[in-house]
T-cell receptor, first 114, second 113 residues
Framework: GNSVTQMEGPVTLSEEAFLTINCTYTATGYPSLFWYVQYPGEGLQLLLKATKADDKGSNKGFEATYRKETTSFHLEKGSVQVSDSAVYFCALGGNTGTASKLTFGTGTRLQVTL | DAGITQSPRHKVTETGTPVTLRCHQTENHRYMYWYRQDPGHGLRLIHYSYGVKDTDKGEVSDGYSVSRSKTEDFLLTLESATSSQTSVYFC????????????FGPGTRLTVL
């Protein structure tokens, strides 16, 4: 079955540092890949997505490239801010036959300090 | 953002009591989902709906039932709450199976004593 593996957190960085959160997946076919972000006390928000191999999703300075050869979708940001502190979830899209289905990683908590 | 609300936002109940959580959307999305979020597990799918009166089980459906009598409302019922059902519950909606993008509500924190 489908599965997603994320690096364990928490990840603690100083403001303006470079961020990488690793995500690898196992799936049949060519699933869509997603990064969602969850700020404290809130629901998940879509951060970016990619629907086919070599696609790059980007939003708010974050980027991730769909690498089929390494089954990876690592999240990167060149310069993090305190406001980026949140939990980040990698997810893989699938299909149940009647609806779409997301398989989530366990989440990586990011804390950015001044 | 999709207009998704959940009620209640917080609930404390006792073991053995029935509990119903409500998800309401204003986006006319066809697909609706219930997830639970637990430390170390990420989000896991409980049940989903692919239309009015059309529902199916997810990966952790035991002890839960759902109903969808209108496009905008999706109810999750814990028939007899147990302490293992203490969790944060999220509703999500999607209008398009091709892109698989799901939009999430703010969550309901449920504590079963």
């Amino acid at each position: 079955g489908n599965s997603v593996t994320q690096m364990e957190g928490p990840v603690t960085l100083s403001e303006e540092a470079f961020l990488t959160i690793n995500c690898t997946y196992t799936a049949t076919g060519y699933p869509s890949l997603f990064w969602y972000v969850q700020y404290p006390g809130e629901g998940l928000q879509l951060l970016l997505k990619a629907t086919k191999a070599d696609d790059k999703g980007s939003n708010k300075g974050f980027e991730a490239t769909y690498r089929k050869e390494t089954t990876s979708f690592h999240l990167e940001k060149g310069s993090v801010q305190v406001s980026d502190s949140a939990v980040y979830f990698c997810a893989l899209g699938g299909n149940t036959g009647t609806a779409s289905k997301l398989t989530f990683g366990t989440g990586t908590r990011l804390q950015v300090t001044l | 953002d999709a207009g998704i609300t959940q009620s209640p936002r917080h609930k404390v109940t006792e073991t053995g009591t029935p509990v119903t959580l409500r998800c309401h959307q204003t986006e006319n999305h066809r697909y609706m989902y219930w997830y639970r979020q637990d430390p170390g597990h990420g989000l896991r799918l409980i049940h989903y709906s692919y239309g009015v009166k059309d529902t199916d089980k997810g990966e952790v459906s035991d002890g839960y039932s759902v109903s969808r009598s209108k496009t905008e409302d999706f109810l999750l019922t814990l028939e007899s709450a147990t302490s293992s059902q203490t969790s944060v519950y999220f509703c999500a909606t999607s209008g398009d199976t091709i892109t698989d993008t799901q939009y999430f509500g703010p969550g309901t924190r449920l504590t079963v004593l």
